[in-house]
């Protein structure tokens, strides 16, 4: 395998505590590695570059791993094969940025505002409304997509834009920010929760938003997740939590060299991916886990 500082990683799709998906990149080769922790590496080659992986914990499971040129790489147990969002690669409206699933489905969102719903493995259209002419002199487009299930949809994106999806038709939000908004969480506690550059926080529901204030940091949010009953935020230099209205900085006793940038969780723990280092958190400690 190769050298560690070979790799840089990405983002993090944690099936279970047993079973943890690392994107990966390195200048020797034009593709993306999806590296797979089960107490030890393996991993195979995506052709593309990705931006973003899903865990699918269906019948059969799956891992889903977003090509931003308009594929999507399906890993389960019967194997592996590409499917198609779009036809014309890659898509007119730019590149894609974000998979999630939602209800029974899985959604993935881009430039454009386009979006596209997976059903029986087959891509399908869902932005009528909301996507944007291609040929428009100034484009915008979606960083984020998540739903508390089929009927209430969010997306967030470039100049702070907030649009919800309720029950089939896209509605754009009054957001109080221009600033881009990185990642949108629909919680467990009923909250959707918005991050972004600046250091923006921001939470709500349909359209009524409010701004956390804070004084922490004006680094950029990358990437947020649900754990432990609370909201965890992720920069590139540390991590935080939200508890109520007070945004806390995460004391994690890692090493001060320790990278951050994406999250993910289940149930059982909690996964930190930076550009050189992983991490995972069972509610009581942290661990580092040794790069790929």
């Known amino acids: 395998m190769t050298?560690?500082?070979?790799?840089?990683?990405?983002?993090?799709?944690?099936?279970?505590?047993?079973?943890?998906?690392?994107?990966?990149?390195?200048?020797?080769?034009?593709?993306?590695?999806?590296?797979?922790?089960?107490?030890?590496?393996?991993?195979?080659?995506?052709?593309?570059?990705?931006?973003?992986?899903?865990?699918?914990?269906?019948a059969p499971p799956e891992i889903l791993t977003l090509c931003a040129d308009g594929r999507v790489h399906r890993a389960a147990p019967d194997g592996q094969a590409y499917e198609d969002i779009v036809a014309e690669k890659p898509s007119k409206h730019g590149l894609l940025r974000d998979i999630r699933p939602i209800g029974a489905n899985v959604y993935a969102t881009?430039?454009?505002?386009?979006?596209?719903?997976?059903?029986?493995?087959?891509?399908?259209?869902?932005?009528?409304?909301?996507?944007?002419?291609?040929t428009a002199d100034s484009l915008s487009g979606f960083e984020s997509i998540d739903g508390f299930n089929e009927d209430e949809i969010y997306a967030t994106?470039?100049?702070?834009?907030?649009?919800?999806?309720?029950?089939?038709?896209?509605?754009?939000?009054?957001?109080?920010?221009?600033?881009?908004?990185?990642?949108?969480?629909?919680?467990?506690?009923?909250?959707?929760?918005?991050s972004g550059q600046l250091g923006i926080v921001m939470r709500g529901r349909l359209d009524r938003w409010e701004l956390v204030e804070h004084e922490l940091t004006e680094d950029t949010f990358w990437d947020m997740a649900w754990f432990n009953?609370?909201?965890?935020?992720?920069?590139?230099?540390?991590?935080?939590?939200?508890q109520g209205d007070k945004l806390e900085k995460v004391e994690t006793g890692?090493?001060?060299?320790?990278?951050?940038?994406?999250?993910?969780?289940?149930?059982?723990?909690?996964?930190?991916?930076?550009?050189?280092?992983?991490?995972?958190?069972?509610?009581?400690?942290?661990?580092?886990?040794?790069?790929?």
């Open 110 to 134: 881009g430039f454009g505002r386009q979006v596209y719903v997976r059903k029986d493995r087959v891509w399908q259209r869902c932005d009528k409304g909301v996507v944007e002419d291609p």
């Open 229 to 242: 009953d609370q909201l965890w935020l992720s920069t590139t230099k540390a991590l935080y939590t939200l």
């Open 3 to 58: 050298q560690t500082l070979d790799w840089t990683l990405s983002r993090v799709a944690v099936f279970d505590k047993n079973r943890v998906y690392v994107l990966a990149y390195s200048k020797r080769e034009p593709g993306t590695r999806v590296f797979r922790w089960t107490g030890g590496w393996d991993n195979y080659y995506v052709q593309g570059i990705c931006a973003g992986i899903c865990a699918v914990r269906g």
């Open 254 to 292: 890692l090493p001060g060299d320790q990278t951050f940038r994406y999250l993910d969780a289940n149930e059982q723990c909690l996964w930190s991916s930076g550009e050189r280092h992983l991490a995972a958190f069972d509610g009581a400690n942290w661990t580092r886990i040794p790069s790929p």
């Open 157 to 194: 994106g470039n100049q702070g834009e907030i649009w919800y999806r309720w029950q089939g038709t896209w509605q754009r939000s009054e957001s109080p920010t221009n600033i881009i908004l990185e990642n949108v969480l629909c919680a467990p506690d009923g909250v959707v929760y918005i």
